[in-house]
């Protein structure tokens, strides 16, 4: 049985992923259960350049839905719960940062941890660089505007894993030695990032390729309102993927 494992359900970003599977080994993440929607390059195959993490991964093929994320955790939740003590659900663009480890293990009387997240922009960044990591992209710039958690539960009491919080068992509840959740806003030896935005290019990348949840998409103009980058880069990059500043997010590919 593992102590700390992660969820995380992936398209179409092989780009991010080794370093958030780096990341995720340093925190003292055992294993990852992969779940591939429909990715372009199946995560297995693009996995095989690093044959470091092939063991430490269980990949699964999932297809879309219109609820795949919540889709996604309940399979997760009946195929693999009785394999792991703790699992943090997050997603491909969020990196943890220290000991996570530690932070479970010292808070070990609560069924959950909201993890809170340090949200970074764009850094004036108009276009995508596979040649770096997200974080020497846009590590320098945090955003204050936005608040986002995520969750590490002890999966012996979940009932139901959504995005941002987790239903437990009742029976569980009923225990007063037992606190549901904790709320982790800082911790000066882990802390989740996530690189929300990314670069202008990317955020159009990220509208053509889908959400994973079946509620409404961010718009191209959110990226405008809490990122400066120069109207050329802009207007260039809308007209090489045939967006426009009303273009929501969409669900499936065309």
Excluded at 23 to 40: L, R
Excluded at 43 to 59: A, D, H, Q, R, V
Excluded at 194 to 213: D, T
Aim: glycine share 4%; with cysteine.
């Amino acid at each position: 049985m593992y102590y700390l494992t992660e969820c995380l359900i992936t398209r179409d970003e092989p780009q991010y992923l080794p370093e958030h599977l780096y990341k995720g080994v340093q925190a003292g993440v055992e294993h990852f259960y992969i779940y591939d929607n429909q990715s372009q390059t199946p995560t297995s195959e693009y996995l095989k350049n690093y044959p470091e993490f092939l063991g430490k991964c269980t990949i699964e093929v999932f297809n879309t839905t219109m609820n795949s994320q919540l889709d996604c955790y309940a399979k997760f939740v009946q195929d693999h719960r009785q394999e792991t003590k703790w699992c943090i659900f997050i997603d491909t663009d969020e990196m943890i940062e220290g000991d996570l480890t530690r932070l479970c293990k010292e808070n070990e009387n609560f069924l959950s941890l909201r993890i809170h997240q340090i949200l970074h922009g764009a850094n004036g960044l108009a276009f995508n660089d596979p040649t770096k990591t997200l974080s020497e992209r846009f590590g320098g710039h945090i955003l204050s505007l936005k608040r986002m958690v995520k969750i590490c539960v002890q999966m012996e009491y979940l009932e139901k894993q959504y995005p941002h919080h987790a239903y437990l068992n009742n029976k569980a509840l009923a225990v007063q030695k037992y606190n549901w959740l904790k709320d982790i806003y800082q911790d000066n030896q882990c802390t989740l990032h996530h690189y929300f935005y990314r670069s202008f290019e990317e955020w159009l990348q990220k509208i053509l390729r889908g959400n994973v949840n079946s509620r409404l998409g961010p718009y191209v103009e959110e990226f405008l309102w809490e990122n400066t980058i120069p109207d050329a880069d802009r207007d260039y990059l809308l007209n090489k993927y045939g967006l426009t500043l009303n273009d929501r997010m969409k669900y499936a590919r065309n």
